[in-house]
């Protein structure tokens, strides 16, 4: 919504930033648990960071 203001650019960055976050973090989330059997809460905080930082890289690039 927010990027709306911003024109249709700004809403595409968003939209892109919103969808790329939770695939990044799934796609940690699985390997972690192929690789450690499971997960554990130092997992949990890798998946926000990386969720984090995959959204403000997205919104940095554009």
């Not at 709306?4 to 648990?33: F, I, M």
Request: proline share 2%.
């Amino acid at each position: 919504g927010a990027g709306a203001l911003l024109g249709g650019y700004g809403a595409l960055r968003y939209a892109l930033a919103a969808v790329a976050a939770p695939v990044a973090a799934g796609l940690l989330l699985r390997h972690c648990v192929r690789r450690f059997g499971g997960v554990t809460g130092d997992v949990f905080g890798a998946l926000a960071e990386t969720a984090a930082t995959v959204a403000l890289v997205c919104l940095a690039l554009g």
